[in-house]
């Protein structure tokens, strides 16, 4: 984590290990880690608290409406739920590749399956497709009425109403996912040669308050804003 000296010189210090999933909740940032973990980061007094350990690749993070850390659980196909008292709980299973979950402003939990492509919400008794036929959509936002997602297949985000139905492209061909013509490889291993190894890659993607959506450009590194419809 990086931030400024006495002299104005940028300095970096030991915050968060390894982590992948990130999601604001006030002053404090939860985060997921491809080692197996969940942890809580308050910036104010530089102090992690480990919220669950053992899960099998945890990926995109959320926090409920009731303060509940919802995480995807890639590796192991499920939705999962982590209490204030650091609880663990299935939310839902049978999932496919689960990658990153959101909610809406009435506390509904979206999740995309990048191999499945499709995005549903998690209902009490089983999971609703919402939409589908999205290639391999990643990181999801909602903002208003409508959900957004980022399909690494065919580099282009998507947006999907929420009560209509209606899906619509918001741009064409961000730099995410692979470039055209190159192959998928194999998931990089957590550990090679007796230290850690490349995280897989996620577009990630978050809603500001204005209605842009900020997007981690994944195929080559940087955050795109991007400005919403008029």
Do not use: K
């Not at 990086?2 to 290990?17: F, I, V």
């Not at 209490?83 to 939310?91: E, G, K, P, S, Y």
């Not at 391999?136 to 208003?144: E, F, S, Y």
């Not at 619509?168 to 192959?183: I, N, Q, S, W």
């Amino acid at each position: 984590m990086e931030g400024h000296g006495r002299d104005g010189q940028l300095t970096s210090r030991p915050a968060l290990d390894a982590f992948h999933g990130i999601t604001a909740d006030g002053g404090l940032l939860h985060t997921t880690s491809q080692y197996g973990g969940v942890q809580t980061y308050d910036p104010a007094t530089r102090a992690t608290r480990v919220r669950a350990t053992g899960l099998d690749q945890p990926l995109g993070i959320a926090v409920r409406p009731d303060g509940m850390l919802v995480v995807a659980e890639t590796g192991a196909g499920r939705v999962i739920g982590v209490d204030a008292a650091d609880a663990v709980t299935v939310l839902a299973e049978g999932l496919e590749h689960p990658v990153d979950v959101a909610f809406d402003t009435g506390g509904r939990c979206y999740v995309s399956d990048d191999r499945l492509g499709t995005v549903l919400r998690v209902d009490e008794e089983r999971p609703v497709v919402l939409a589908d036929g999205l290639g391999a959509p990643q990181g999801l936002a909602v903002h208003g009425d409508d959900l957004f997602t980022v399909d690494v297949e065919h580099r282009r985000p998507w947006s999907v109403s929420l009560t209509t139905g209606e899906r619509r492209v918001e741009a064409e061909e961000p730099a995410v996912g692979l470039p055209p013509g190159v192959g998928r490889r194999p998931d990089p291993a957590l550990f090679a040669h007796g230290v850690p190894g490349l995280a897989a890659r996620f577009a990630g993607l978050a809603a500001a308050p204005d209605g842009s959506l900020l997007l981690s450009s994944n195929g080559e590194g940087t955050v795109l804003r991007l400005a919403p419809h008029a």
